[in-house]
């Protein structure tokens, strides 16, 4: 962590990763002298939607998702004081308990913090162009587009 300017970048990491993720690299990121709340959001797989059981996941993304994951990041920037900010997102496919998105904002207070990261996992979700194929124990599947999963 270090001291940074007024004119820093708040945006420290995005990524789309078909690798597991890391909490201590998405907290890391977001470290900054200055701020005196960090709010970290992890989403993971879980056994059920919509009373079924879910055996795994598959989260597949469109070629522009970075540079939405981005636009997103940057609105968040624009209406909330955040100091760092970082969202990674998994692809690929996903077993029972694994680390789907983790996002990370922190600020000078911690209901900024809180306020931020909300909007951010919220409009991530909604906005940004990733679907998430569900694979049921009965074998249905199910896919689930941007802005419901």
């Avoid at 820093?8 to 995005?14: F, M």
């Avoid at 993720?21 to 959001?41: I, K, N, Q, R, W």
């Avoid at 569900?134 to 587009?145: K, L, S």
Wanted: charged share 30%.
């Amino acid at each position: 962590m270090g001291s940074m300017s007024e004119n820093h970048d708040p945006i420290r990491l995005l990524a789309v990763r078909e690798t597991p993720l890391s909490l201590d690299e998405v907290y890391e990121a977001v470290g900054d002298d200055a701020a005196g709340g960090t709010t970290v959001f992890v989403g993971t797989v879980r056994d059920h939607d919509g009373g079924k059981t879910v055996a795994a996941l598959e989260y597949s993304a469109h070629p522009t998702v970075e540079r939405e994951m981005r636009r997103v990041a940057e609105k968040v920037c624009a209406d909330f004081p955040v100091r760092a900010l970082a969202a990674v997102h998994r692809i690929g496919r996903l077993e029972i308990t694994d680390k789907a998105v983790i996002v990370a904002v922190s600020c000078a207070h911690r209901g900024e913090a809180f306020a931020a990261a909300r909007r951010l996992i919220d409009d991530l979700k909604h906005e940004v162009p990733i679907w998430k194929h569900q694979i049921f124990t009965d074998g249905e599947e199910e896919w689930v587009g941007a802005g419901s999963c």
